[in-house]
């Protein structure tokens, strides 16, 4: 290590899978003749996971097909969804003797980019028995990404970390197992998914479909509501890939309400209530068992100062992100993933942006090195003419390309790359076994992403 170079902070706020790669790359790749960075990693839970594959968690795991079958495996266990964040890191401390990487367990709560300062709320008490912090960064990432509406599972849960967002997916586990009818709802890649999951070991006969695969002994009716006529009306999808959609959703036993939302559910006897609007206004209810719920999401950015925020209807109050990946107005506040105005949110998306932002954020440290001491950066990070000119940062441009995989249990699915409709062995071939959980070890470990094998 070089003894003059400058100490220097980065907080990274999210450890899903924009924020784990990103801790990974800055941690291994900075040269210690630039900068001594320090990352500290604020986020709720201590494990990434892995919720691409969250749809087949919902799922009772059966222990006689847990090992990894080479055709896939239904119902996925903590084991196949989350993966253990400290062993990965754990070497960045060892190697140096001093601390490099830190992670706090919590959620930002406020950032005041002037300061610069994030507030922190831990989920527990530190060896002090505080549960705030306040910390004190020259750059901070953020990458907060999302949440599913309803506090589901589908993500971190809102009201806690690893252990509370593993106990709501046992729980749901717990009630489909004993469930003989069970409601989605929500007509996106997630309720889908679900659904599919759920037929492939569940479903019942539904009228006009063929005889699903599922033994007579364990079948349960499964119900998929969805506000349009077919599902995934909402990725610009050909009709013909909806209607495989539908259709393979109903080959594997799961009766689709169409053109219906659900309004309202109520606990009633140990059963849920559901009150459904359809899209000529008429209303009806309908019991079930265990009600899902897979509509909607809430960008995690509630914690940001307004004026760093994109308030339109399309921005969803993501941050105003420049292409280079940097907030507008802020060098030194970086964003990437679903908390960016930028484009839709999407593992393919974030995939493509941490291809620009880490060599990005290599030179922005690379010229703070430089510039730090000439007196033309502000200590705060804002925009600078001088600082912002020591070297050009690589652009995203945002790539519209419609590419989407939807899997509908382990057997395969549909999607659409541009105007192709993919085949169902291709989906099962890249998606549908395993969903992406057989590289998810590495992934967490920082030697990898879905693209760089060499990250
Ligand atoms: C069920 C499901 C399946 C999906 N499948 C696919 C797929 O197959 N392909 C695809 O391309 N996309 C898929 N997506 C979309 C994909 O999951 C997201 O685009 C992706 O998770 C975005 O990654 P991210 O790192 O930006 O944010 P997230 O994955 O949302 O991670 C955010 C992190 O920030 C933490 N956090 C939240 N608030 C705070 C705070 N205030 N302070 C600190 N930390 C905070 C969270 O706990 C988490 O650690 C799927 C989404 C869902 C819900």
Redesign the pocket.
Known sequence: MSATAPDHTIVI???????VPMAHHLLKRTPTSIAHVRVIL????DALFW??A??RGFLPVDSAKSSANPKGTPGFGDDRLFYDLAPGFAKYNNESGAKRFEQLLG???SLDPDRPTVDVTLLAGDGDGAVKKTIQYDTILI??????ADGMP???VPHGGTAETKAALASYRAQVEKASHIVVAGGG??GV?VAGELGSVFGSKVVGGPAPAAPKSQQKEIVLVINEPLPLGAYSAKDSVRRTAANRLTALGVRIVNNSKVTASAARGGKTLLTLVGRDGQASTLETDVYIPAVG?TV?TQ?LPERLLDTSSEGRRRVRTRTTLQAEGYDNIFV????ANLMA??????TEQLEVLAPNMQAYLSNWAATRGEGNTTHNGRVTASASAAAPLKEYSVNDTIV??VSTGPAGGTGQMGSWKLLSYLIWLF?ARFMGTENAQEYANGNRTFRNTKW
Do not use: C, H, Q, W
Request: net charge positive; charged share 15%.
């Open positions: 706020l999210g450890a899903g899978y924009a924020g604020v986020a709720p839970n919720n691409a969250s749809p959620r930002a709560t990458a907060t990404g999302s949440d599913m589908f993500k971190i890649m997630t998914e999401s995690n914690f990437i993933g679903d908390a949110p999407s593992i393919k998306n974030v989407f995989a998606k």
